[in-house]
C-alpha cells in the first residue's frame, strides 16, 4: 500500500493512501491528531473526503458524470426516472419483475394521511415551497416512526418517494388556492406530479407527453451529486442516528440556498432583469467580473467542474427541441445562450475555469412546462431525493460511519477572568 508521509516538527509520520476504483486518491488522515496532535484544516472541505462511496463519480476536471458506472448521458436518453431511482438506492438497474414491484410499491403509497392536508392550511399562501417541503418531509416522521430493521427502513424510504411529488404538488395548489389533486395511480411518476400540479377537478386532463419526458430528462440529471452540500448535510444528520425524514428534511433546507439549488430560480429572475434592463448582458459580465460588486452570475461555476458541467450540456442540446416541441418560443433562452457565449470569451470566466451548471438552463425547460418559478427548487429536490436516499442508506450500512464531527482550530480569546457588570 502507498504511503504519504509527514514531517511535523521533526517527527516524521506514514499516513496510508486509499485508492478508489478510478484511480483516485485519497491520504487516510484518520490517525493524524491521535499520532501528531494536529488536524487539517480546509474549510468548505475543498480537499476533504468525508467518506468512501459507491453510488457516483464525477472526473470534474474532463466534465464526467456516472451513477453506479453508467454515464449520465446514457442513462438521461434511454432509462426513466423511476429506473435511475431503483440504480441509485439499490446498486443496480432492475430487471422488468423489480422494476415492476418497484412501481407498484410507489403508486400504492402516494397518498398522504389525510391529517396531512391540515397542515397546508397552517402555511400562509404566500410561503416559499422549499420551507413547505422540508417541514412537510420532517413531519412524516411523526406518521411514520422511527425504523431500525432494513425491512423497515426500505418501506420509509418507498414512502418517502412516493409522497414527496404529492407534498410537492399540494403546496403549489394550495399556493393558488386550487382544491388538491389526489394521485391517479394509472399514472407513471413524472405524469402523476403534473397531473397533481395542472389538473382541476372540473376537467379532464391529459398530461402532454412533450412536458412528461422533458421531466423525466430534468429530474435524472439532478438524481445524484456526489459529496454535495445537501448530500454532506443529509450524511451528517443521519450520522446521528436521526430518521431518514429528518436527514432528508435537513438536505431540502441545504439545498434551498441560492448557492446550491436555489441558484434554478435566481437564474431566471437574473435573465428577467437583463431582459427589462435592455437585454445588455455585457453589462451584467461586468458586474460579475467586478471584485466591488456582489453580483454574481447564477448558474455559473461550480466547486468541482472545472469544465463544462455533463448535465448542462445535455440540458443546452435538448432545450431547443423541448420548447420547440412545446411550441414556446422563451427570450430568455436568447439571453441565456448570448449571456454563455459572451461570458465564456472573457478571460476572468476562463481563468477560474467557470462554465454554465445545471442550473443555467433547467429555470427555461420549467418554464417552458409552466412551472411556476417558486417551485424550480422544488423540482431539484424531488430530482434530487434518489440520492439523497441513497448516501444516507450506504452512511448507515458502511461499518466506517462515526458520528461526523469535525473539529476547528480556535482563534477566540484566549483564559480571561470575569468582570462584575459594575468593572466593565
Ligand atoms: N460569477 C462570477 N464570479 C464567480 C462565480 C460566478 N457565478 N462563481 C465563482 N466566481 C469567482 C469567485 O469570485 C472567485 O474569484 P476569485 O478567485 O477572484 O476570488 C472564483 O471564481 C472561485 O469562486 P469560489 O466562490 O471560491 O468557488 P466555490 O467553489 O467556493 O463556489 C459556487 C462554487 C458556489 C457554485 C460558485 O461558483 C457560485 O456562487 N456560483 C453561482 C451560484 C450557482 O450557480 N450555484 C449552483 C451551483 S450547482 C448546484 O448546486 C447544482
Given at each position: 500500500m502507498q504511503h504519504a508521509t509527514l514531517t511535523l516538527d521533526g517527527q516524521t509520520i506514514e499516513l496510508p493512501i486509499v485508492e478508489g476504483t478510478e484511480d483516485e486518491t485519497g491520504i487516510d488522515v484518520t490517525a493524524l491528531r491521535k499520532e501528531t496532535g494536529t488536524i487539517t484544516l480546509d474549510p468548505g472541505y475543498g480537499n476533504t473526503g468525508s467518506c468512501e462511496s459507491h453510488i457516483t463519480y464525477i472526473d470534474g476536471e474532463n466534465g464526467v458524470l456516472r451513477h453506479r458506472g453508467y454515464p449520465i448521458e446514457d442513462l438521461a436518453q434511454r432509462a426513466s426516472f423511476v429506473e435511475v431511482c431503483y440504480l441509485l438506492i439499490y446498486g443496480e438497474l432492475p430487471t422488468s419483475t423489480e422494476l415492476d414491484e418497484f412501481k407498484h410499491r410507489l403508486t400504492y403509497h402516494s397518498l398522504l394521511h389525510e391529517d396531512m392536508k391540515k397542515f397546508f392550511e397552517g402555511y400562509p399562501a404566500t410561503a416559499h415551497p422549499m420551507g413547505v417541503l422540508s417541514a412537510m418531509v420532517s413531519s412524516l416522521s411523526a406518521y411514520y416512526p422511527h425504523a431500525e430493521d432494513d425491512e423497515a427502513v426500505d418501506l420509509n424510504i418507498i414512502r418517502l418517494l412516493a409522497k414527496l411529488k404529492t407534498i410537492a404538488a399540494f403546496s403549489y395548489k394550495r399556493s393558488i388556492g386550487q382544491a388538491y389533486i389526489y394521485p391517479k395511480n394509472s399514472n407513471s411518476y413524472t405524469a402523476d406530479f403534473l397531473h397533481m400540479m395542472f389538473?382541476?377537478?372540473?376537467e379532464d386532463y391529459d398530461v402532454p407527453q412533450e412536458v412528461e419526458e422533458a421531466l423525466e430528462m430534468l429530474l435524472i440529471l439532478h438524481a445524484d451529486h456526489e459529496q454535495n452540500c445537501s448530500a454532506s448535510t443529509v450524511r451528517m444528520v443521519g450520522s446521528s442516528g436521526a430518521n431518514l425524514f429528518a436527514s432528508i428534511s435537513a438536505g431540502i433546507n441545504a439545498l434551498s440556498g441560492p448557492l446550491h439549488g436555489g441558484a434554478n430560480q435566481e437564474v431566471i429572475r437574473m435573465l428577467e432583469a437583463i431582459q427589462e434592463d435592455g437585454g445588455d448582458a455585457q453589462k451584467y459580465i461586468d458586474k460579475a467580473k467586478d471584485k466591488e460588486d456582489p453580483f454574481r452570475l447564477m448558474g455559473f461555476g461550480h466547486r468541482?467542474?472545472?469544465?463544462?458541467?455533463p448535465r448542462a450540456r445535455i440540458i443546452k442540446s435538448t432545450a431547443d427541441r423541448v420548447l420547440e416541441n412545446l411550441g414556446v418560443d422563451d427570450p430568455l433562452l436568447d439571453i441565456a445562450k448570448t449571456l454563455e457565449e459572451a461570458a465564456l470569451e472573457e478571460d476572468y470566466f476562463a481563468e477560474r475555469r467557470l462554465y454554465p451548471n445545471v442550473d443555467f438552463y433547467s429555470g427555461i425547460l420549467y418554464r417552458a412546462m409552466g412551472i411556476p418559478t417558486d417551485m424550480y427548487t422544488v423540482m431539484f429536490a424531488m430530482g434530487r431525493l434518489p440520492g439523497w436516499i441513497a448516501q444516507w442508506k450506504e452512511m448507515r450500512s458502511d461499518p466506517a460511519t462515526r458520528i461526523y464531527r469535525p473539529r476547528q482550530v480556535y482563534q477566540g480569546a484566549t483564559e480571561r477572568s470575569y468582570q462584575p457588570i459594575e468593572e466593565r
Open positions: 389538473a382541476v377537478p372540473s468541482v467542474y472545472k469544465n463544462f458541467d
